[in-house]
């Protein structure tokens, strides 16, 4: 039997994680550009949508709490949804819990509260609010709801059943499978294979996950448990070393930008807790790296389809056969090398190897 990589794009759906970045450039346009691309080559993009940002624009838009009473971010996010619904591509669930304490200072800016950042501490500082178990149910269950209330009425057949963690902060992950699993999702794409970050911010650690594709879990995602309901679809890490680093530097193009034209805003900085000495920094810049497949990134049409032929390679070693689902990720407030995610489909299309999700089947997030 053959092996053939499926793959589905994703894309996460907010503006900066500390508020910052106005949602028509960083946001609004550039989905719809990434939708434009996309059904050049029937392909599906499954939009990862941050409810916790949309609770708190839709929050002050009711309120009249915006200046300029025409600026209606969370109807603009609303009517942009049932669009994507309408173009057959999905909208799925994504949570920035620092959006839940929110503060409107003005001029269409927010602050947020940074404390609580990672899901698993979604209640912060604030060591009076109730017991985490029951708040990360309540927002998963919250979440849900607004995207089926939102969506079903364009597709009746709509649900939300996927999931992924704001900046991927999953870990400690097991009351978050739990609050996954009660409420009903299938799936969770928080996954990001070997890589780690431990900032005081963001903060991961995939080191012990190997996995290509998908697998079940049931209480922790370093663990197949062929028992569990919840399915694991790890975003496609690969690891580089340092000839093919150079070798992609060297070749890319010097006009691939990191932002839309119009968008601006700040990535939240994060620090590391681990001081490093020198040795080390010499060490970690000659040594392999994992990425991710990020579509967005500062990455050219070569480069992805150099990651998708080592999964294919590795996909292959594993006797993985038929139908392998691969998930590649990306930002819309990144989105700034739209003439490489197209040469890429353009490439990946015709490649007898990969086979786009297509938009005339139903979503994979929905299965
Ligand atoms: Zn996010």
Known sequence: MTTQLKLLLTCDYEVFGDGSGDINECVIAPANRLMDICEKYNARITFFVDVCEYWAFKDVEEKGGFE???????????????KIIQRRHDVQLHLHPQWINYEY???????????????PNLNGANVE?????????????????????LLKSIDSSYECKSFRAGALCIQPEYLVLKGLIKNGF??????????????????????????????????????KDLSGVLIERPILTVKFNLFDRVKFALFRSSALKDKPCGCEGTVIASVQAISQSRINKIWSKLKSHYKMLDIT????????????????????????????????????????NEAEIDKFLRIADSSSFIKLESLNEKSAWRE
């Open 129 to 149: 609010d109730k017991p985490v178990t029951e708040e990360l149910n309540k927002i998963l269950k919250k979440g849900k709801e607004t995207l089926e209330y």
């Open 297 to 336: 990134g500062i990455i050219s049409a070569e480069e992805m389809m150099f990651m998708l032929s080592k999964a294919l390679k590795k996909a292959k070693i594993l006797r993985l056969t038929g139908e392998v689902p691969i998930v590649a990720i990306s930002h819309c407030k990144n989105l700034g």
């Open 105 to 119: 200072i003005g001029e269409k800016k927010f602050k947020v509260d940074l404390t609580r950042w990672r899901l």
């Open 68 to 82: 300029d009473k025409n600026y209606k971010p969370a109807t603009i996010i609303e009517n942009q949804l049932k």
């Open 186 to 223: 299938k799936y969770d794409t928080s996954v990001a294979p070997k890589l780690f970050h431990l900032g005081n911010v963001t903060n991961f650690d995939f080191r012990n996950i190997e996995n290509l594709s998908e697998y079940p879990v049931s209480t922790s995602l370093d663990i």
